[in-house]
């Protein structure tokens, strides 16, 4: 069973830093990508930010120089470093990993719980 566990929520001002991670457990034979998506109430979820095993990044533009995207694959983490938050940043985050288990010959996409994050004054 492979299991991810996101951490790093709660509540900050604006302005403030908050820095999320989310850890792949489990039967892992390879992780192709891990990032993080957004849903705000009334809204739609979000592509936040993602990167490969190969280092590439992606971002949404709400979050360009605000927001960094980090992975430690020996640890099968990976870290958002979220900076100069805004109330508009105001969401339940989740985790996302394609991974290949161990006893399977494809990938599969895995879902963590989701963290709240509440930027407000």
């Known amino acids: 069973q492979v299991q991810l566990v996101e951490s790093g929520g709660g509540l900050v001002q604006p302005g403030g830093s908050l820095r999320l991670s989310c850890t792949a457990s489990?039967?892992?034979?390879?992780?192709?990508?891990m990032g993080w998506y957004r849903q705000a109430p009334g809204k739609q979820r979000e592509l936040v930010a993602g990167?490969?095993?190969?280092?590439?990044?992606n971002y949404a533009d709400s979050v360009k120089g605000r927001f960094t995207l980090s992975r430690d694959n020996a640890k099968n983490t990976v870290y958002l470093q979220m900076d100069s938050l805004k109330p508009e940043d105001t969401a339940v985050y989740y985790c996302?990993?394609?991974?290949?288990?161990?006893?399977?010959?494809?990938?599969?996409?895995?879902w963590g719980q989701g963290t709240q994050v509440t930027v407000s004054s």
């Open positions: 990167i490969t095993t190969g280092g590439s990044t």
């Open positions: 489990g039967s892992i034979f390879s992780i192709n990508a």
């Open positions: 996302n990993a394609v991974v290949r288990p161990g006893a399977k010959f494809r990938e599969y996409d895995y």
